[in-house]
Antibody
């Protein structure tokens, strides 16, 4: 099970910070990556980035300059920080588990378990 | 980035209908194509992974096919709980990208 947490309102130019707590399994499993995906109101899904328990990260290029994803295995959590936010960053943010699917490369897998999502509004 | 285009963007269908949704990639993604179902206010749910593999717990009326650039999600007999938005996603190359979604509505 995954659960997002963090502020629902962030001011423009500030930093959006969210945590995802993993329960019912180990965040340190070698079989999975962990990811963040967002969905602006009424729009489609956008992959933000993914992290392995060792700390290896992959980000979407359009957000790479503003995004940091980190992992804290002792807390069974991974986190998202997005700085210099604007109104276009208003979205529901989901954390999810990435499993390898039918292949052996985890990053070519699919998101099989999702958090419920948390709405983040960027507004003054 | 690989662009994913779904068609149609929306469709109206009746319970019991056979429904087909198409997803086309701007370049080959081999078989690294996944399908998700999303209901209003809920997180997406994985239906099909790696083009044709049914996720555990998903009813067998859902099936996926295709390779390269053209993929299909088929619902063999639409049920009331299937009215939702469906997304394809390529995981062949980074950044992973999603289609724009197909909304399946009640006729």
């Amino acid at each position: 099970q995954l659960q997002e947490s963090g502020p629902g309102l962030v001011k423009p130019s500030e930093t959006l910070s969210l945590n995802c707590t993993v329960s019912g399994g180990s965040i340190s499993s070698s079989s999975y990556f962990w990811g963040w995906i967002r969905q602006p109101p009424g729009k489609g899904l956008e992959w933000i980035g993914s992290i392995y328990y060792t700390g290896s990260t992959y980000y979407t290029p359009s957000l790479k300059s503003r995004v940091t994803i980190s992992v804290d295995t002792s807390k069974s959590q991974f986190s998202l920080k997005l700085n210099s936010v604007t109104a276009t960053d208003t979205a529901v943010y989901y954390c999810a588990r990435l499993f390898p699917g039918a292949g052996v490369i985890i990053l070519r897998g699919a998101f099989d378990i999702w958090g419920q999502g948390t709405m983040v509004t960027v507004s003054s | 980035d690989i662009q994913m285009t779904q068609s149609p963007s929306s469709l109206s269908a009746s319970v019991g209908d056979r429904v087909t949704i198409t997803c086309r990639a701007s370049q080959s993604v081999t078989r690294y194509l996944n399908w998700y179902q999303q209901k209003p206010g809920k997180a997406p749910k994985l239906l099909i992974y790696t083009a044709s593999n049914l996720q555990s717990g998903v009813p067998s009326r859902f099936s996926g096919s295709g390779s390269g650039t053209d993929f299909t999600l088929t619902i063999s007999s639409l049920q009331p709980e299937d009215f939702a938005t469906y997304y394809c996603q390529q995981s062949y190359s980074s950044p992973q990208t999603f289609g724009q979604g197909t909304k399946v509505e009640i006729k």
